[in-house]
């Protein structure tokens, strides 16, 4: 069988992560320096799909590897990982994010 993406289901399992996480959608916007935050819900409703240079930075903010974003027809080849809470290391980044991206629309 040809492995297919299943773009609802990413979009789910995005959101799940993201809530685990304590990211919303403005959070990813800003993060990947999106024109607007409808890119982001395009997303997490399984309208669109993120590219892969996306999906590569989204690992690295989410703490998980890309296979574990990503959800379609092909068999696990490991369990789920088990995602946690943000730490405060990762909260104090999305302070800093936030504070940079304010004194840049200043």
């Known amino acids: 069988m040809f492995p297919v993406i299943d773009k609802r289901e990413t979009g789910i399992n995005m959101s799940r ?5 304590g990211i919303t959608a403005k959070n990813v916007q800003d993060y990947l320096n999106l024109g607007c935050v409808q ?3 395009r997303w997490l409703d ?3 799909m993120p590219s892969i240079d996306n999906l590569y930075a989204l690992s690295g903010l989410f703490q998980v590897p890309i296979d574990e974003i990503v959800r ?3 068999e696990r080849i490991v369990p789920e990982i088990n995602v946690k809470p943000m730490d405060c290391q990762t909260e104090r980044l999305f302070v800093y994010y936030d504070k940079l991206n304010e004194n840049q629309a200043a």
């Open 17 to 21: 992560i993201m809530t685990m996480r």
């Open 39 to 41: 890119s982001v819900y």
């Open 72 to 74: 379609g027809n092909k």
């Open 46 to 48: 399984g309208v669109n």
